[in-house]
């Protein structure tokens, strides 16, 4: 058989377009923001909001009320629903006091998505 002859191997792949990740990408965030919702319904007990007006505009201190114990509590569900990768006091680390009092349900999510997009190292889980 000479080369000619052969079969043709398979197509390249091919790089995925823009609009696809833009459709992943946001798809991944409603999902996340439904996830960080049921969370914060969690941490706040019978003192939650309805989980539809929770929104990624919504603010954890003046909206939501959340206290520092309400968000380590939140820190603690979000380690256990997403493992060690998504580090809540890390990111609120690099934070003014004025940052972490104006912080958004929309920045926590947008905090996690990027640390779930990390390629995770040798044996670690995805999730």
């Known amino acids: 058989m000479t080369t000619s002859e052969r079969p043709p191997g398979p197509a390249p792949l091919a790089p995925p377009d823009e609009e696809t990740v833009t459709t992943e990408t946001r ?16 941490v706040l007990g ?3 909001p309805d989980p539809a007006e929770i929104r990624p505009d919504t603010l954890f ?13 939140l ?6 629903w997403y493992g060690e ?11 003014e006091i004025d940052e972490i009092i104006a912080l958004t349900v929309g920045q926590l999510v947008a905090h996690v998505v990027r640390c779930l997009g990390e390629t ?8």
């Open 85 to 95: 990768r998504v580090n809540f006091a890390e990111f609120v680390a690099h934070l």
């Open 46 to 48: 019978d003192y939650a």
């Open 27 to 42: 798809a991944l965030e409603e999902t996340v923001l439904a996830e960080i919702v049921q969370l914060i319904v969690t």
């Open 61 to 73: 201190g003046d909206d939501l009320e959340l206290e520092s114990i309400d968000l380590v509590m």
């Open 120 to 127: 995770p190292g040798p044996g670690a889980a995805r999730w």
């Open 75 to 80: 820190s603690g569900h979000l380690e256990e």
